[in-house]
């Protein structure tokens, strides 16, 4: 069964703080993305990738910054945390030309 | 602007009946339909999906209806359990698989039993 490990699974920062949410799928999959979960907006695609050293931008990508560093790993930036970044962010990965995507469990973010 | 719709926001059913969730699109272009579920703690997980080129897709208790001239589609969930309570997501790609993925509010679904 695919697997997408994301670390840590809460994080507490201060305003401008400097948070990196992290991501781990050992499916081999070439697509990985990274999500924002908010009451009222369902899911809304930050950044993607199509693989190691590629960066897509997503729709809502202000304030964060992604690297893909190899196959396997994808993270997410927050150089100056703000409040509006609390969130629940879930990492997924996919395939190339498959459909589904598989998400991890998802990392809570409270910035203070 | 919100280009996937759900609606209700949070339905209640009883055990036994049928759920209805309905979504709505803006974008000609979305060809690829799948709803995700997702229970408390955990991320949202492939339910069902559809292609534009159909108009009914069934996996068991769960059927979408799809309507391509009025950019419409429900997700029926028949014999609601208590288990089948969570939230569901449509979903819409452009690109005829998972890249890309447009998500919509979701719907809160709860079965009383």
């Known amino acids: 069964e695919a697997a997408v490990t994301q670390s840590p699974r809460n994080k507490v920062t201060v305003t401008g703080g400097n948070v990196t949410l992290s991501c781990r799928q050992t499916?081999?999959?070439?697509?990985m993305y990274w999500y924002r979960q908010d009451t009222g907006h369902g899911l809304r695609l930050i950044h993607y990738s199509y693989g190691a050293g590629n960066l897509q931008i997503g729709d809502v990508p202000d304030g964060y910054k992604a690297t893909r560093t190899t196959q396997e790993d994808f993270f997410l930036l927050l150089e100056l945390a703000s409040p509006s970044q609390t969130s629940l962010y879930f990492c997924a990965s996919s395939g190339q030309g498959e459909t589904e995507v598989f998400f991890g469990k998802g990392t809570r973010l409270t910035v203070v | 602007q919100q280009q996937v719709r759900q609606s209700p926001q949070s339905l209640t059913v009883w055990e036994g009946e049928t759920a209805i969730l309905n979504c709505s699109y803006e974008n000609s272009a979305f060809d690829y339909f799948p709803w995700y579920q997702q229970f408390p703690g955990e991320g949202p997980a492939l339910l069902i999906s559809i292609l534009s080129v159909s108009n009914k897709k069934e996996d068991g208790r769960f059927t979408i209806f799809f309507n391509k001239r009025e950019k419409k589609l429900s997700l029926h969930i028949a014999d609601s359990q208590p288990g089948d309570s969570a939230t569901y997501f449509c979903a819409a790609s452009a690109e005829g698989g998972s890249a890309k993925l447009i998500f919509g509010e979701g719907t809160k679904l709860t079965v009383s039993s």
């Open positions: 499916n081999s999959h070439n697509y």
